[in-house]
């Protein structure tokens, strides 16, 4: 499973977007990106998964350049329920279960 | 469509005591796993399931048993507990395919004493 690296925490305002990266520079050609998101007292939930480009739903996008080495969570327009613990997570399906979970990044949204 | 439910959501036990803590999913999802989350950190792997009758250590296995019997469960038990498995434990669930998506539950706070 790829390693990841992602900044410990982020501060926001209210209103503002939100980009954190990733890096996984030993990523394989068969992985995929994914993150979750944690809040408190709460389990990880889904957000967005990706293989290569853009990927957008009506939460985040993922920008994932060409070389795949790194990717980019964007929150637009981020509110207080926004703060959480975002995690970054690469692998495939032979995987299965094995979700590797690092440290994640704490967003702190700002009034 | 109850998702994944783990029980209790909380527990007090003394050291050495033995427990078990539940976990159930109604998605018919092949796979299912243990974590524990310390304050402050990440998610660590204990256990997990590819499916019925089968199971495999993760990171952490050490001091936890479990068993899957059925599609549906997959109970966590702690043989003989430590303050060191004092921590928040979730239950995961996700299906074979491409899509990775896992389904967490809202977590057991356990502490030992």
Redesign the interface.
Known sequence: LAKTTQPISMDSYEGQEVNITCSHNNIATND?I?W?QQFP??????II?GYKTKVTNEVASLFIPADRKSSTLSLPRVSLSDTAVY?CLV?D?AA?????????TRVLVKP | NAG?TQTPKFQVLKTGQSMTLQCAQDMNHE???W?RQDPG?????IH???GAGITDQ?EVPNGYNVSRSTTEDFPLRLLSAAPSQTSVY?C?S?S????????????TRLTVV
């Open positions: 995929y994914t979750y007292s709460q389990g990880p939930r889904f998964q995690y692998g399906k299965g279960n094995k979700l590797t979970f690092g440290g994640g | 994944v796979y299912m796993s974590y950190m990440g998610l660590r792997l997990y399931s590819v993760g979730f995961a996700r074979w395919g491409w899509e990775t998506e896992a389904f967490f539950g809202q977590g």
